[in-house]
């Protein structure tokens, strides 16, 4: 599909070189008028000779858009030019966005959306069980669950590498649901990468181009300009087995950004690189995305980078979505008992109570209580007015919230300490729990005084800020439907 951009005034920060001029160019082959601004004058006038040998208005100026004078007057160009600035996108560190506040941000990319889709296969096993979902244009959504939950089978069946066996799937608003993986305007990134090892680095990244019967100079540039920005311009006449991990991977992102599709489907790129380069290609892949708006889909099993990716996730278990929300919503209130049990890096401590009191509240304003063998604790806040007499609940408190104390303290519980683990910034601290032996994970960010014995203390404040919300709100969640694990 061509995207067609006829008529649009953008402005891009950052326009000269790398990913902020591919921009450029793309937005420039789509029929627009582009402004580039950058700081340095001869790598914007080269971009600008460049661009303008592609078509359509080109306007370059230099400008330090850390300075609110200079991009105020850079601005103001770009607006006597064109008339008016359509669209947005900011290669720039920061910039003040009071400037720009007639800028109409728009994407060109596409929306998602999934409706009662089915995969089944033979034998009776169903991976995708009737799965609605809406994914934003320009979002980057996470798949998060265990391994055989269907978060695979549901990415290769958006990219048509799998046949649904009932449902329907739009991408960009065009029902795709039997359209061959070719004529879906997606692109794949693998977990294994999936380069071809007989080819240089520029043809591997050439390669979808060649399938479109693009001619070999026109490719190859393609390739090159879209190398650059990734730092893979001394690297174009190696072959894979000469790059280090994290070099394929940028290979294989070069390959799905030079196709420039609609949508970005990651299966867990990240899995085959060691623990640092892993936390560095984090943050380059969601600058990545960032920068170039496109839709992005990443399948993982690891939390830790769903949590810090995503702008949403939805955690699956057995071929269905258990709940979907910012990753903060689903760390700081899950909905069920599977994902408080499974999002953390430390499971959250799950006990049995009881609800008793809230029947007399409004006439003694006593608090209802919940009730943990023979401990009484005060219902959390977030919880007040939910709850009913004799209702059985589970009482979630996450152990980056909990503190240990050799005395006892109000809305505490008492414990054996059984465990002491060194964890970098903390210690994990294990106690026999005889109100739930299951869940008995507490954290501390320092070792106990006295580990014999103490009283663990619900306290919010001794882990890292939870976010907008009161803390005291996030330190115990009360999750009802205590009979029914999973649900």
């Known amino acids: 599909m061509k995207l067609s951009a006829e008529g649009r005034n953008v402005l891009i920060t950052g326009g000269s070189q790398g990913l902020g001029l591919a921009t450029a160019k793309c937005y420039a082959e789509a029929g627009a008028n582009v402004a580039i601004l950058a700081r340095r004058a001869q790598p914007l006038e080269e971009a600008r000779a460049m661009l303008s040998r592609v078509g359509g208005r080109i306007l370059a100026s230099t400008c330090d858009v850390s300075s609110v004078p200079d991009l105020e007057r850079a601005h103001a160009e770009v607006v006597q030019a064109f008339g008016s600035v359509h669209i947005l996108v900011n290669n720039a560190s920061t910039?003040?966005?009071?400037t720009f506040e007639s800028v109409t941000r728009e994407e060109l990319m596409a929306s998602i959306e999934i409706r009662a889709l089915t995969k089944a296969y033979p034998g009776g096993v169903t991976a995708v069980d009737e799965l609605d979902l809406t994914i934003a244009d320009g979002e980057f959504f996470a798949l998060l669950g265990p391994s055989g939950c269907g978060k695979t089978t549901l990415l290769r069946t958006i990219a048509g590498l799998e046949r649904a066996t009932s449902g329907t799937l739009l991408v960009g608003g065009r029902d795709v649901t039997t359209e061959a993986p070719g004529k879906r305007d997606v692109a794949m990134v693998f977990q294994d990468y999936a380069l071809f090892p007989h080819m240089s680095v520029t043809d591997n990244i050439a390669y979808p181009l060649r399938i479109q019967k693009m001619p070999l100079a026109e490719r190859r540039a393609k390739a090159h300009e879209t190398a650059e920005g990734l730092g893979l311009a001394e690297l174009m006449d190696r072959r894979p087995g000469q790059l280090s991990g994290g070099q394929q991977q940028r290979v294989a992102l070069a390959r799905a950004i030079a196709y420039r599709p609609q949508v970005f489907l990651f299966d867990e790129p990240l899995s085959n690189l060691d623990a640092r380069l892993r936390l560095e290609a984090r943050t380059f892949l969601k600058r990545l995305q960032r920068e170039l708006g496109v839709t992005t889909v990443f399948v993982t099993h690891d939390q830790a980078e769903a949590l810090a990716m995503a702008d949403r996730m939805a955690v699956m278990e057995s071929g269905r979505i258990r709940q979907i929300g910012t990753p903060s919503d689903i760390f700081h209130r899950p909905a069920n008992v599977f994902v408080a049990n499974f999002i953390g890096s430390t499971p959250m401590n799950l006990l049995p109570a009881r609800v008793t009191?809230?029947?007399?509240?409004?006439?003694?304003?006593?608090?209802?209580?919940?009730?943990?063998?023979?401990?009484?604790?005060?219902?959390p806040a977030m919880a007040a007015g939910l709850l009913q007499?004799?209702?059985?609940?589970?009482?979630?408190?996450?152990p980056e919230y909990t503190d240990l104390s050799v005395e006892a303290r109000p809305d505490s519980l008492p414990g054996t300490v059984a465990v002491v683990a060194f964890a970098r910034d903390r210690y994990r601290v294990s106690r026999a729990d005889r109100l739930a032996k299951r869940h008995r994970h507490q954290g501390v960010k320092r070792p106990p005084h006295r580990l014999p014995g103490g009283f663990a203390e619900n306290d919010p404040n001794s882990g890292r800020d939870p976010g907008t919300r009161s803390p005291r709100e996030y330190g115990a969640s009360v999750l009802r439907g205590a009979k029914r694990p999973g649900c």
Do not use: H, K
Not at 95 to 98: A, H
Not at 389 to 398: A, I, M, Q, T
């Open 95 to 98: 910039f003040p966005r009071s």
């Open 357 to 379: 009191g809230t029947a007399i509240t409004a006439i003694t304003g006593t608090s209802a209580q919940l009730v943990l063998g023979d401990i009484r604790l005060p219902v």
């Open 389 to 398: 007499d004799d209702e059985e609940v589970l009482l979630g408190s996450r």
